[in-house]
């Protein structure tokens, strides 16, 4: 089970703001980070925990191993504002329940 | 360009079946597997099942297991989830995805709909 937080986070454009997800269990690194805008298909930003994938804006980043994972966005942009979903892929691929980040 | 495009909306009954499909595009579908995630209106994401694009072998998450059945045909690079005995819990948005070291790729979306 990943369990994530908080469910929501009011920022505005330019802070910097953290999700974080636990597992139950030490996953290693296997841990996604997936951004999902209304009505679309959710977009992978990170995999294997911290490996940022091509195309991906540097303000995102992955930390942590085991049971502890955060994504951290340096400076917020007005494309941001979405939902935010962790997932490991351990025995099987467990989403958190989902962050929605809106603007203050 | 690589992609995965999905079959159209559906309607169904309770108690009936669906069965969805995931075309894919611009790549070796054999190389790579292919989830099955769904997300309830205004819900989270729920992961259903994968299948090994080359070999077939398939795993389920505990929920789904023994009513959700997820195959493939190479020939058409095509992948199914087929899901049996629909309530209206099952109403959702049914997406297929790539896996390549996450979910890289995904299909746009089927919307399942089961209501009398």
């Known amino acids: 089970r990943m369990t994530q937080s908080p469910s929501s986070l009011a920022a505005s454009i330019g802070d910097r703001v953290s999700v974080t997800c636990r597992a139950s269990?030490?996953?290693?690194?296997?841990v996604s980070w997936y951004q999902q805008k209304p009505g679309k298909a959710p977009k992978l930003l990170i995999s294997g925990a911290s490996s940022l994938l091509s195309g991906v804006p540097s303000r995102f980043s992955g930390s942590g191993s085991g049971t502890e994972f955060t994504l951290t966005i340096g400076s917020l942009q007005p494309d941001d504002f979405a939902t935010y979903y962790c997932q490991h892929s351990f025995t099987s691929w467990t989403f958190g329940q989902g962050t929605r980040l809106e603007i203050k | 360009q690589v992609q995965l495009v999905q079959s159209g909306p559906e309607v169904k009954k309770p108690g009936a079946s669906v069965k969805v499909s995931c075309k894919a595009s611009g790549y070796a579908f054999s190389n790579f597997p292919i989830h099955w995630v769904r997300q309830a209106p205004g819900q989270s994401l729920e992961w259903m099942g994968w299948?090994?694009?080359?070999?077939?072998?398939?795993r389920y998450s505990q929920k789904f297991q023994g009513r959700v059945t997820i195959t493939r045909d190479t020939s058409a690079s095509t992948a199914f989830l087929e899901m049996n005995s629909l309530t209206s819990e099952d109403t959702a948005m049914y997406f297929c995805?790539?896996?390549?070291?996450?979910?890289?790729?995904w299909g746009q979306g089927t919307l399942v709909t089961v209501s009398s």
């Open positions: 269990e030490d996953i290693g690194n296997r």
């Open positions: 995805a790539r896996q390549m070291r996450g979910l890289d790729i």
């Open positions: 299948i090994n694009g080359g070999n077939g072998a398939t």
